[in-house]
């Protein structure tokens, strides 16, 4: 399975922005979805996942701010990240299970500064 992540880019708090991640590929063992993310000096952090049933998990520090969906037709994740901070800026990965690996996209850099 490959996945390919888009959106991103600097953008001014409190702007929102849309992230993007579309699979293809061998897709029919995958189950939960979801985003990471890697500010410098940091190690990967959850933000949100999905499972197949639309279940959603948040990393406490952007519940009421970002929503994550899935389009199971066009196996696509995304992420809409609204209310941005500064502390928000890192590289956003894309991440899959599949079967019981898992699955990373290249990652997008979200910057957010004024």
């Known amino acids: 399975v490959q996945l390919q992540a888009s959106g991103g880019g600097l953008v001014q708090p409190p702007c929102s922005v849309r992230l993007s991640c579309a699979a293809s590929?061998?897709?029919?063992?995958?189950?939960?979805m979801g985003w990471y993310r890697q500010a410098p000096g940091k190690q990967r952090e959850l933000v949100a996942t999905i499972n197949n049933g639309g279940r959603t998990n948040y990393a406490d520090s952007v519940k009421g701010r970002f929503a994550i969906s899935r389009d199971n037709a066009k196996n696509t994740v995304y992420l809409q990240m609204s209310s941005l901070k500064p502390e928000d800026t890192a590289v956003y990965y894309c991440?899959?299970?599949?079967?019981?690996?898992?699955?990373w996209g290249q990652g997008t850099q979200v910057t957010v500064s004024s």
């Open positions: 991440n899959v299970l599949w079967g019981r690996l898992d699955k």
């Open positions: 590929g061998d897709i029919f063992a995958i189950t939960t």
